[in-house]
């Protein structure tokens, strides 16, 4: 035996060489060849059955071994040689230098192997070189791959993977731990949700606890900050600024009251005003004077003490920093720094990189995984069974790929679960269903099939075909849903789709928000571009564009543009501005003002303050406090009208009142209509009474009772007969049927005076068609240009240039002034050229045209020629159209007095001629024949007959003379 005896090892060859062949599928596998030469030294080489035990060192003497011992019995040594094959796994060779330790007994295998004094250093083959730290298992199909570490892991059963590299002893710099959020504690019960102050929602392996507000409750005591929504079978609580209120008090954290109807609602803290930090529960803001209270996240730090609100740490940036969300936080150990920040626990990582699945391939980095173990059974027992073929983990630290075909390229603490999910890189992402994808970012979570988050942190996608693109804290509930970027988004329903913003929720089908802050969309196929605060309710096919606090109700295709607390509540209505706005109707609409009001169906406001549109397709323009209540009812703007009936219309004005169908005020104030289809122009407290077909058109204190009536102005007038009007003027009545009263003052006409007129002070009319003008001094006379007493029941001017005081006398005769005061230019008329003129002058009869009415008169053209008579005018011409009766006489007067001239002077003549006529007669003795007639024979008798003929004919001139001038 040579147990007792000291042996020399002399090594002639060590080879690391695959005992298998290269053909076929046969596996490589571990074990390397030994050879070596085993002498005595005493007796020399050996040749016998020997026992050697081999061991694998880090380090030529003391050091860590790698591997355990491999005991070898029934060694044949011939003249000292020996070959034995050794395995001891591929992990202990990961690319670092390593000894092997011998002990060796002889004969076999009764014998105690002893130690040899020296370890030999291994050295890898030439080839080998170009793949330091790799190493590969022979296993009967695909050999494995591994380099990195010698720590790291392809389990047993497991071919084809591949081991790029990675893998340590200890933990890297910075904390390789990282403490967890409260929405990632895995729970079974609400119990386990303490943390969160949530409830425990179920998911595949245990639940995840839910953040505050979406606590299940029954009644508002289960809700330690809000109020109970029902909704279905069980209610969230909702958040703290949905808190009804009615003055500051009632509402938590320093926040205020802002009333909108009755009761109030408490707004969210950020937005109280503040001048210092001292009035906000976090920080002041002042970017103008007041500022607002900033977010938690937004406060700025120094030092992580700074953010003991966030529960965060300080992030430096320029000279200030911010708040950090408290998940993202690495830790080393669980007591520091996670009890503090209330940040849940710390998970350490794990070193080595594993491979669990057929063809899984780690590229590198540290503590990554490739497959899962899961327990199968077969009929003799529990068998694992390891999921996670054909995936891959590029490299990072502390990354699983455990569902077959995953994909994790890089980053920090992913997870991709399931069938062909995929972690672009990141930090504590999971994908975890069939074809999942995470692009990056951190806290990202995908649970349903062809879910995506592109990065961001903190997102949740649970529907399929959802996506996240960025932001913090979004999630995605739904089939198709999908949410941009931003703060604490959820798309709750199929096709669901939220832009970014903070605190939106999409719980309807096809619906969208593209921004703002806490806006909501339960109505399908609606939208929400902005703003905050926003919520469409129930009603499809709606949109608001933006604003604080508005609201549609349930009535599809509303809209508002914006503003602040507007609701549009039924079908196709609409607000487009403005504050506390409300449409109830159908297809009402606001354009904005404030606390306008709708509630008729196809009703409008387009601004103003407190208006109200009650009526069907009624209108308000603007104003404050005006109402259209009646069916197609308007009011254009002013204060506090209202038009009551259908048709009623009032542009303007102050307290104006139409109750009446088709009826119109224009203006003025507290004028008010009862009668169809009347008017009202302007003026004050002016009354259509009953009266249809009526008109005021101004004035104060007017009113018309009858139909068809008529007032133009002046002040306490009165209508009462139809058909009738006043003009103006004022304490006139008219009672009498299509009567008028022009003007004055105190005229009447009274219910007997039908087709009356009266005009002046005091005038009273008892009787059917009379005329009364003026006052009780002047009974129906009319004075015109006339200032003093109206002696004439018409009377015109008092000097030249108004009409010289020419008037009608009682008898009805036109009397022109005369007086020689009056005139001036005196022109005496020739007789010969006066009677050449008359004679000239055509005189003819007439009509005029298109009356009938015959006359005689000479023209006025002619006349102006024969006499240059008339008006002078601007040009220095006379008036040639017109002709004055007065100029005519004066002509026929003239001739007439040329015509006396002319027969005294033949009277003379005659005279003289009968003078002579007797003397010549006497001479010739014949007077006593003059006796016996005209007829007698004889000169005298010639001369006699002709004495008459010449009388004759002077006769006739006359009389002629006297006809042409209109004498009869």
Known sequence: MYAEKPLGLVLAVVLLVSTGTASGQTEMGTAFTYQGFLEDQIEGPVSDDCVFVFSLWDEPSDGVEMASSVRIEGVQVQAGLFNVEVDFGSHPFGGDARWLGMEVCCPSPECTPLPLDERQKLTPAPLALALPGLRTEEIDSSPNLIGGHSGNIVEAGVVGATIGGGGADELPTPPAGACSGDADILCQNDEDCVIDNGGCLSEIVGGRCSDGPEIFCMTDEDCEAGTCVPDESVGTCSETFTTWCDEASECPLGEICVPGQIPGTCSDPPDTPCLDDEHCTETCNEPQIPGTCSDDPGIECLTDDDCVIDNGSCDPDSNVGRCSDGPSILCVPDPDPCPVLGAGFCEPFPTINQVMGNRGTIGGGLGNVVGEERPGRQATGPLPIYLGSCSTVGGGCNNTASGDCCTVSGGLSNTAWTEYATIGGGYNNEAKNYATTVAGGSDNFVSHAYGTIAGGSGGRVTGVFGAILGGHGNRVTATDGTVGGGYSNEAKKQGATIGGG??????????????????????????IAGGRANTVSNASYSAIAGGFRNQTGSGAYSAIGGGYSNEARNFGTSVAGGSMNSVDSGHGTIAGGRNGQVTGDYGAILGGDVNQVAGSHGTVGAGEDNKATGDYGTVGGGYSNEAKKYAATIAGGYDNTVDADYSAIAGGNTNNITGNYSAVGGGSNNDVVGGAYSAILGGYYNAVYG?????????????????????????????????????????????????????????????????????????????????????????????????NGAHLTIGGVWTSASSRECKTNFQTLGREGLMSRIRGLPVQAWEYKGTGERHVFPYAEDFQDAFDVGVLKEDGTRERRYLAAMDVAGVALAGVKALDRIVKEKDARIAELEARLTALERAAGLDDRRTQGADSAGPGGATIAAALALLGLTGFMMRAHSRRGGVR
Do not use: K, W
């Not at 058909?723 to 304490?731: D, L, M, Q, T």
């Open 707 to 803: 139909d068809y009536g008529a007032l133009g102005g002046g002040s306490h007038n009165q209508v009462d007969g139809a058909y009738s009007a006043i003009v103006g003027g004022s304490s006139s009545s008219n009672a009498g049927d299509y009567s008028a009263v022009v003007g004055g003052s105190g005229n009447s006409v009274d219910e007997y005076a039908d087709y009356s007129m009266a005009f002046g002070r005091d005038v009273v009319v008892t009787s059917s068609y009379e005329v009364a003008l003026f006052d009780d001094s002047y009974p129906g006379r009319l004075g015109i240009n006339r200032n003093s007493t109206i002696s004439h029941p018409i009377h015109v001017g008092m000097g030249a240039d108004d009409g």
């Open 502 to 527: 903070y605190d939106n929720t999409v719980d309807a089908n096809f619906s969208a928000i593209a921004g703002g802050y806490n806006n909501t969309v339960y109505g399908h196929h609606s939208a």
